[in-house]
């Protein structure tokens, strides 16, 4: 008997409406994830395309291998679908098996069946909804981490590249423990970040928790007079944006001091993007590092370095003497003013060091403001605003054009958008312009001053300029909007964290090690999908909105509450039509 495409079709299972059956979930999950994964590797083909420049990393070679990688049975979108999806089907299952015994219970049965269900109705009834939820999470996420950590290592043999975490600086940069070779150094495991990324948003979702119940306590103890004037919500707030601002400014300082002294702590790409903000000169860098590690001093010089700060000079266009150590004064005093004045250097008497023009990059050199500090941090953090903006725009309007995007048409929503981009842009103006104040305010304007007898390998050291300025920087946080401010921190704990493992766990690749972040990565993800269910109101941020979004459709949760919130205000009325017909809203 023949069977028609049709006939097959119309066998096939139908997709449940149930917005949250595991079928709904899966797919949902699916599609998030991949474009997450392939659409910024696409980014570079579709360039290729589009500018007619096409290269071997642009070929049709490398785009099969791409295809190969993320739409593979061991690909992310796949990992990710198997432990959200798989932990979805597994509760239902357990709630369909949970009905079936409920009626077979009500039947007539021998004692031997009675005997082997009843431990396993006894186990049923101990736990509780939300347990059952994290065991049935807990079980799809040990099997995602194994088949993502096998699909990672495979691309790694494909790529064949000795190390993969390799920072990508122009010159030749010794690590803090000169054992650990490039040649011998593995690599670190290639899904450490998204661990790292999944246990942050665990531990946040256990804090809010805490909050929640504290503040809730403090609401019922608080007498009625009173609790008129204070709201649950407010205190949440007020509590979490307080946390998250010094959350934010213990990891960036964090980051920062590892970014100038151990950037191999930090991704390779995260370190190239902080280098691209801060526009520093890699001779700059090395310097500062071999400072830290005595290898270039201002009292007894660099014998293998002696020529880095000198050409540095020079191509800044001073003379190459501003930038030897045996010739810049190490102390300040009369000693130092003596020595500026015989290689020409102004503006710094009583001072050691070198000159400001140099630690400066050359920043405000055509409007003759190279030697100034106040000018090269303003200077700088204009330049970073206007830059921001760019960033921060598609990151500010994206969201409500997915979600709200009638909302554009009215004016003062525009605008409102528009300076919370401004506000987020001045955040990241104040930070870098706050650094380089900092470091300024140590070296020139006043410490360094105050104490000339103190030699400026300890200013210019890794306790001095530096660490002020990586202290200093993360308290531009407090310009940042309060809700916004959460998102913030938790971006650099991630990085915090692993910058604070070391580096000889990180790259070992042992059994231990692996088998405990195959561990924090279960426990993680399992907290992270349990809370989605049962406590969405400890969520929030891209948490929030990505697992709402999954779990339970873009008609759930806060998706739905804007879309109320926007459909109760008043409408725009048409204009009224000659036979006196009702105006329509428009919405």
Not at 5 to 11: F, G, H, R, S, V
Not at 94 to 117: I, P, V, Y
Not at 527 to 549: C, D, M, N, Q, Y
Request: proline share 6%.
């Amino acid at each position: 008997m023949d069977f028609s495409p049709n006939d097959i079709l119309e066998k096939l299972p139908e997709l449940s409406d149930d917005l949250t059956h595991p079928s709904q979930v899966a797919i949902r999950t699916f599609a998030l994830s991949l474009s997450l994964s392939l659409g910024p590797s696409l980014v570079p083909f579709v360039l290729s395309f589009v500018t007619g420049r096409r290269s071997q990393k642009t070929g049709l070679a490398a785009l099969r291998k791409v295809l190969r990688r993320e739409l593979g049975y061991d690909s992310f979108a796949s990992a990710v679908t198997l432990a959200i999806g798989g932990g979805a089907a597994l509760k239902r299952l357990w709630e369909s098996l949970e009905a079936k015994e409920g009626k077979n219970s009500e039947q007539k049965q021998t004692e031997s069946d009675r005997c082997s269900r009843s431990w396993l109705l006894y186990f049923d009834s101990r736990l509780s909804s939300c347990q059952k939820t994290f065991i049935a999470n807990l079980f799809t996420s040990s099997i995602s981490i194994l088949l993502l950590q096998a699909g990672r290592r495979r691309s790694e043999r494909l790529r064949n590249i000795p190390r993969p975490g390799a920072i990508p600086f122009p010159y030749t940069y010794t690590p803090s423990n000169p054992s650990l070779t490039p040649s011998v150094r593995s690599s670190p495991s290639p899904t450490l970040d998204l661990t790292l990324l999944v246990l942050v948003r665990a531990i946040d979702v256990a804090f809010q928790s805490m909050i929640l119940k504290l503040t809730t306590k403090t609401e019922a103890e608080t007498p009625e007079p009173v609790k008129g004037k204070r709201t649950l919500n407010k205190d949440k707030f007020l509590l979490t944006t307080r946390l998250d601002a010094l959350v934010f400014w213990a990891c960036s300082a964090r980051i920062m001091w590892c970014f100038f002294y151990q950037p191999e702590r930090l991704p390779s790409t995260y370190v190239k993007w902080i280098r691209t903000l801060a526009g520093v000169d890699n001779r700059l860098l090395r310097v500062l590092r071999l400072i830290r590690s005595r290898e270039w001093t201002y009292t007894r010089g660099s014998p293998t370095q002696v020529t880095l700060l000198t050409t540095y000079a020079k191509d800044l266009g001073y003379p190459s003497s501003w930038g030897d150590p045996l010739r810049v004064p190490a102390f300040g005093g009369p000693s130092a003013e003596r020595v500026w004045e015989l290689i020409g250097v102004k503006g710094r008497q009583g001072l050691g060091g070198i000159p400001c023009e140099l630690v400066h990059g050359g920043v405000g050199s055509k409007m003759s403001l190279a030697g100034s500090c106040t000018g090269n941090s303003g200077i700088r953090g204009v330049k970073a605003f206007f830059e921001a903006v760019l960033v921060y725009l598609p990151a500010h309007f994206l969201p409500v054009l997915i979600t709200r995007p009638q909302v554009l048409l009215r004016p003062h929503r525009v605008l409102s958008t528009f300076l919370a981009t401004c506000r987020s842009a001045a955040f990241l103006s104040a930070f870098i312009s706050s650094f380089w104040l900092s470091v300024c305010f140590t070296r020139t304007l006043a410490l360094a001053r105050l104490f000339p007898n103190v030699s400026h390998d300890f200013w210019d050291g890794p306790h001095g300029c530096i660490l002020a300025g990586c202290l200093m920087c993360g308290s531009s946080i407090w310009l940042e909007n309060g809700r916004r401010r959460g998102e913030m921190a938790l971006y650099v704990l991630p990085r915090a964290i692993r910058a604070c493992i070391p580096d000889k766990i990180i790259r070992s690749r042992n059994r231990v090690v692996t088998a405990l972040e195959r561990l924090t990565f279960v426990l993680s993800l399992s907290t992270l999908l349990t809370a989605a269910i049962h406590k969405p109101e400890s969520l929030r941020g891209l948490s929030r909105w990505g697992l709402a979004f999954i779990m339970k459709g873009p008609h759930a949760g806060f998706w739905q509450r804007r879309k109320k919130n926007f459909e109760t205000r008043p409408g725009t009325p048409e204009p009224v039509a000659s036979n006196d017909n009702s105006a329509i809203s428009l919405h």
